[in-house]
């Protein structure tokens, strides 16, 4: 099993900035890529962004592009998301995902595509 533990999430002003954490622990290893999802209510979960456990890859949403950044701290067992220009669109509950089959691409990833979940942190954007 593996276990993910969301922070970081806040409240923050059109074109601020905000980097999100989680944490792994547990089965760590057996996890091949991890992304960052987000949700309002009432649509379904997004993927926001992947990275690749190996060779650091990433992919992203077309509406992120430019301004998240997905990184990963592996002596720390860390995924970070680094949000700047944030919009008030981009206000969701984040949540951090790891998977061992890991999907080629982002787009029309789908929640069941990732095994383990976090269980989030709430963004919100105010002009």
């Known amino acids: 099993q593996v276990q993910l533990i969301e922070s970081g999430g806040a409240s923050v002003q059109t074109g601020g900035s905000l980097r999100l954490s989680c944490h792994a622990s547990g089965d760590v290893g057996r996890t091949n890529c991890m992304a960052w999802f987000r949700q309002v209510p009432g649509k379904e979960r997004e993927g926001v962004a992947l990275i690749y456990n190996v060779g650091g890859g990433t992919h992203y949403a077309d509406s992120v592009k430019g301004r998240f950044t997905i990184s990963q701290e592996h002596a720390k067992n860390t995924l970070y998301l680094q949000m700047n220009s944030l919009q008030l669109e981009d206000t969701a509950m984040y949540y951090c995902?790891?998977?061992?089959?890991?999907?080629?691409?982002?787009?029309?990833?789908?929640?069941?595509?990732?095994?383990?979940w976090g269980q989030g942190t709430q963004v919100t954007v105010s002009s």
């Open positions: 995902a790891a998977a061992v089959y890991c999907p080629t691409k982002l787009r029309g990833t789908k929640k069941s595509d990732f095994y383990y």
